[in-house]
């Protein structure tokens, strides 16, 4: 069965999401990029605040691929208590460097690999991060005004990759921009999770406050229930 993700950037934010008994809460900076990276002691102190069957994830910033930045990163990040720690695999740069740099601390920390739609990456580092000791790999945008994961990768594509990374033995996450309108479509994929921000906050601006109507309008469709109301009329 398919999770919910929510991205959020506070603890204020982590505490409503964890009441309201969402998969994974996400530690993000959205103001910082598209995998923006909230501060490490920030994200220690969150962590410590929620129950300790909270699940959470954080992403480790939008950094260059360079084996040292993203080791340091991953460690730093992997020492506040996180569930999963996510590193983006952005275009340029040392890839198999940088994947080898991560999973150094694969046997005691989760990874989720990112890769982003709207780059048209190579399924083929799939086997790589499996053989890296990666948890898990999603897909996901890097400009978020560009449109939403499903104007990026037909649905066919999405399910290519989705197969691959199950053949790995990989967990499965799609995000990007996602709207309300989306999640119909996706469910049926069966990704472990759909990842959520922008479609959460109000006016969909991911860098505004989060809105408990689009976050129960998007609660209820993985459950099948229909919501009444424009909750989801703003910009992607």
């Known amino acids: 069965m398919t999770g919910m993700l929510a991205s959020v950037d506070c603890l204020d934010e982590a505490l409503l999401i964890e009441a309201l008994d969402v998969d994974i809460i996400d530690l ?17 102190a ?15 910033g939008d950094l260059p691929m360079r084996p040292d930045l993203v080791g340091a990163a991953v460690a730093g990040m992997a020492a506040t208590g996180v ?21 150094r601390f694969a046997d005691k920390q989760s990874l989720i690999a990112v890769l982003f739609a709207d780059a048209q990456p190579d399924f083929s580092v799939v086997p ?6 990666f948890r898990g790999v999603m897909l996901d945008t890097m400009d978020k005004s560009g449109g939403s994961l499903t104007d ?12 691959l990374a199950r053949e790995h033995a990989l967990l499965t ?3 990007g921009s996602l709207r309300l309108a989306d999640v119909p479509g996706l469910l ?28 129960d309008a998007i609660r209820a469709l993985f459950s099948g229930v229909e ?3 424009c909750v989801d009329c703003g910009p992607a």
């Open 227 to 229: 919501v009444g109301g």
């Open 152 to 163: 990026w990768q037909s649905l066919e594509r999405l399910e290519r990759f989705l197969s």
């Open 46 to 60: 969150i962590v410590a605040a929620l129950r300790a069957d909270t699940v959470v994830s954080a992403t480790i």
């Open 173 to 175: 996450g799609l995000a």
């Open 83 to 103: 569930d999963y720690v996510k590193i983006g695999l952005f275009p340029g740069g040392d890839w198999s460097g940088s994947i080898a740099a991560a999973g």
């Open 28 to 44: 993000k900076q959205p103001a910082r990029g598209a995998l923006g990276a909230l501060d490490v002691a920030d994200v220690a």
């Open 188 to 215: 049926p994929l069966a990704a472990d999770y759909l990842g959520f921000r922008g479609a959460l906050c109000r006016q969909h601006n991911r860098v505004a406050a989060l809105d408990p109507a689009r976050i």
């Open 128 to 133: 790589l991060l499996a053989q890296a000791g």
